[in-house]
């Protein structure tokens, strides 16, 4: 027994769209999360009833939030949307004055995800290539070192463990470490300074402490490379930047911080919860031990089922733009609700059943346009490897508290668990 019961959607393909100016009454957003498998009730009725409604933020002010498929694409993939979090209206989710706004700005580069063009296509055309599909492909045999070096560490201690603190943390910190050529012995320090940043409840002062932090850290690490080269993606984006006619040392160090932060903290917190969905649904886990080419489909499952990430898909209208029939301003902001767009029946039949057989391809984990996840290939590799390593090497891998029982990041803007105990 998990101590969940399953939630249906609530609306059906065909509901009427209303005019988006009534408030549902269900508080301020990001709503917490308190069931593992399904996002907050709320988003059905919202998706049904309210599909484009402004809504109360907890970091005060208000902003448009989209809930169904067609519509958060669409907001996703509109260049009329700005993701620069700088602009006045853009959705906070947490509480910060325009002091605190204005002071985490200050002297610090803006990371990719937060680009506009032409600046975003500048920048991301720099990195785009060390993360496809083609290098991603040859970065297999260290995924796999790397799972295994951390499955021999989780075997040989005790035969029950954390599962987060042991095996999901790890393995993506190591393997975005050695991508880019960061020391994993410093792992502790960007895990728990990382995990802050994107709790809410985090004091808006502490987490701009937090992010200062890493980037002086990376700091540190980008110098070095400027003088002692490696066989990494920092040294060659420095290397193409020096042919190019210069180096721009705060854009490397920008783009080391989005990369490392977001490059161990989704798939972690993927990894861990993937594990509970395989572990609650046994028939479907023996099949994929069965037939292990199955897990690159089940990955794309998993990703779709839980839809970590929620902050990345915030946006502000820099002109008037019509969204599921409703006019929002320039300067408004808007959340674009990925968790319920990937649970609309409209593009995806029973959304709330964990169905690894189904084609999940449509889903929006890692977002959709111009700001799609650039390392979405390497998390989907680490998945895959992670996971059907683990239970190969695991067979009688079980949990060891009540699903019901198991700390959730109800508070973080990257869901997650804080624990999960097994033995085997």
Same mark, same amino acid.
């Given at each position: 027994?998990?101590?969940?019961?399953?939630?249906?959607?609530?609306?059906?393909?065909?509901?009427?769209?209303?005019?988006?100016?009534?408030?549902?009454?269900?508080?301020?957003?990001?709503?917490?999360?308190?069931?593992?498998?399904?996002?907050?009730?709320?988003?059905?009725?919202?998706?049904?009833?309210?599909?484009?409604?402004?809504?109360?933020?907890?970091?005060?002010?208000?902003?448009?939030?989209?809930?169904?498929?067609?519509?958060?694409?669409?907001?996703?993939?509109?260049?009329?949307?700005?993701?620069?979090?700088?602009?006045?209206?853009?959705?906070?989710?947490?509480?910060?004055?325009?002091?605190?706004?204005?002071?985490?700005?200050?002297?610090?580069?803006?990371?990719?995800?937060?680009?506009?063009?032409?600046?975003?296509?500048i920048c991301r055309r720099q990195i785009v290539d060390e993360f496809s599909v083609r290098r991603v492909r040859q970065s297999r045999a260290l995924v796999e070192r790397v799972v295994d070096t951390h499955l021999d560490a989780l075997t040989a201690a005790a035969p029950g463990a954390d599962l987060v603190s042991t095996f999901a943390y790890p393995v993506p910190s190591q393997v975005i470490c050695e991508v880019l050529g960061v020391p994993y012995g410093e792992h502790e320090f960007f895990e728990r300074r990382?995990?802050?940043?994107?709790?809410?409840?985090?004091?808006?002062?502490?987490?701009?402490?937090?992010?200062?932090?890493?980037?002086?850290?990376?700091?540190?690490?980008?110098?070095?490379?400027?003088?002692?080269?490696?066989?990494?993606?920092?040294?060659?984006?420095?290397?193409?930047?020096?042919?190019?006619?210069?180096?721009?040392?705060?854009?490397?160090?920008?783009?080391?911080?989005?990369?490392?932060?977001?490059?161990?903290?989704?798939?972690?917190?993927?990894?861990?919860?993937?594990?509970? $969905? *395989?572990?609650?649904?046994?028939? !479907? =886990?023996?099949? @994929? &031990?069965?037939?292990? +080419?199955?897990?690159?489909?089940?990955?794309?499952?998993?990703?779709?089922?839980?839809?970590?990430?929620?902050?990345?898909?915030?946006?502000?209208?820099?002109?008037?733009?019509?969204?599921?029939?409703?006019?929002?301003?320039?300067?408004?902001?808007?959340?674009?609700?990925?968790?319920?767009?990937?649970?609309?029946?409209?593009?995806?039949?029973?959304?709330?059943?964990?169905?690894?057989?189904?084609?999940?391809?449509?889903?929006?984990?890692?977002?959709?346009?111009?700001?799609?996840?650039?390392?979405?290939?390497?998390?989907?590799?680490?998945?895959?490897? $992670? *996971?059907?390593?683990?239970?190969? !090497? =695991?067979?009688? @891998? &079980?949990?060891?508290? +009540?699903?019901?029982?198991?700390?959730?990041?109800?508070?973080?803007?990257?869901?997650?668990?804080?624990?999960?105990?097994?033995?085997?």
């Amino acid at each position: 027994m998990t101590g969940y019961q399953d939630r249906p959607t609530g609306d059906q393909p065909g509901a009427p769209v209303p005019s988006g100016s009534t408030d549902p009454g269900i508080g301020a957003f990001p709503l917490p999360r308190r069931c593992p498998f399904s996002p907050p009730a709320e988003y059905a009725r919202l998706r049904a009833e309210h599909p484009v409604v402004r809504l109360p933020m907890l970091g005060g002010d208000t902003a448009w939030v989209v809930s169904r498929h067609a519509d958060v694409r669409q907001v996703l993939s509109d260049p009329r949307m700005s993701a620069d979090r700088r602009r006045p209206g853009f959705p906070k989710f947490a509480p910060t004055t325009e002091g605190q706004r204005q002071a985490s700005f200050a002297n610090f580069r803006p990371p990719l995800n937060w680009l506009d063009p032409p600046e975003h296509a500048i920048c991301r055309r720099q990195i785009v290539d060390e993360f496809s599909v083609r290098r991603v492909r040859q970065s297999r045999a260290l995924v796999e070192r790397v799972v295994d070096t951390h499955l021999d560490a989780l075997t040989a201690a005790a035969p029950g463990a954390d599962l987060v603190s042991t095996f999901a943390y790890p393995v993506p910190s190591q393997v975005i470490c050695e991508v880019l050529g960061v020391p994993y012995g410093e792992h502790e320090f960007f895990e728990r300074r990382s995990t802050l940043m994107f709790r809410r409840s985090t004091p808006a002062d502490e987490r701009a402490r937090c992010a200062r932090e890493i980037r002086d850290f990376l700091d540190v690490v980008v110098t070095d490379k400027e003088h002692r080269p490696g066989d990494d993606v920092l040294s060659r984006l420095l290397y193409r930047q020096r042919r190019a006619g210069g180096v721009d040392h705060e854009a490397v160090v920008s783009m080391a911080f989005v990369l490392l932060v977001a490059g161990h903290v989704t798939t972690s917190n993927m990894l861990a919860l993937s594990v509970l $969905a *395989l572990l609650t649904h046994p028939a !479907r =886990l023996a099949r @994929l &031990r069965a037939e292990p +080419e199955r897990f690159p489909a089940a990955v794309e499952e998993l990703l779709r089922y839980f839809t970590v990430v929620e902050a990345a898909t915030a946006r502000t209208a820099t002109a008037e733009v019509t969204i599921g029939g409703v006019t929002i301003a320039a300067g408004e902001g808007v959340v674009a609700l990925g968790q319920a767009a990937n649970r609309d029946p409209r593009v995806f039949e029973h959304p709330d059943e964990f169905d690894p057989d189904r084609d999940a391809r449509a889903h929006l984990a890692f977002g959709h346009g111009r700001h799609i996840c650039p390392g979405q290939h390497l998390a989907r590799l680490e998945m895959e490897v $992670a *996971l059907s390593r683990l239970f190969r !090497r =695991l067979p009688g @891998l &079980r949990l060891t508290m +009540e699903v019901s029982d198991l700390p959730l990041k109800e508070d973080s803007n990257i869901f997650g668990l804080y624990a999960l105990p097994v033995a085997w």
